[in-house]
């Protein structure tokens, strides 16, 4: 069974930086992992994704540039480094871990994945 830890969000000015981590435990260095997030009353949208090697990624366009997802299989963590944040940002972000192993396939809708996580809330003020 796959279980997901998000830490590391909090209250930043804009501009600021924030670092989310997901601890993973059960076998999710052969799977794809990514960011969602979901801000009050819209649904739930793609943020980032990093193929189970780590050797790929792909952003949704409004974060290309500012955020960044890394992986450690050793340590079984995904990483979200997001600089520049702006209200916009503004949501309970989630980690997420595909069900698909070995599968190379960089996918950006909630339906591909299978384990999340309980969320960490990012807010940014202006």
């Known amino acids: 069974q796959v279980q997901l830890v998000e830490s590391g969000g909090g209250l930043v000015q804009a501009g600021g930086s924030l670092r989310l981590s997901c601890a993973a435990s059960?076998?999710?260095?052969?799977?794809?992992m990514a960011w969602f997030r979901q801000a009050p009353g819209k649904e739930r949208e793609f943020v980032a994704v990093i193929s189970w090697r780590g050797g790929s990624t792909y952003y949704t366009d409004s974060v290309k540039g500012r955020f960044t997802i890394s992986r450690d299989n050793a340590k079984n963590t995904v990483t979200l480094q997001m600089n520049s944040l702006s209200p916009e940002d503004t949501a309970v972000y989630y980690c997420a871990a595909s069900a698909k192993k070995y599968y190379s396939g960089l996918d950006s809708s909630t339906m591909d994945y299978e384990y999340w996580g309980q969320g960490t809330q990012v807010t940014v003020s202006s």
């Open positions: 059960g076998r999710t260095f052969s799977s794809a």
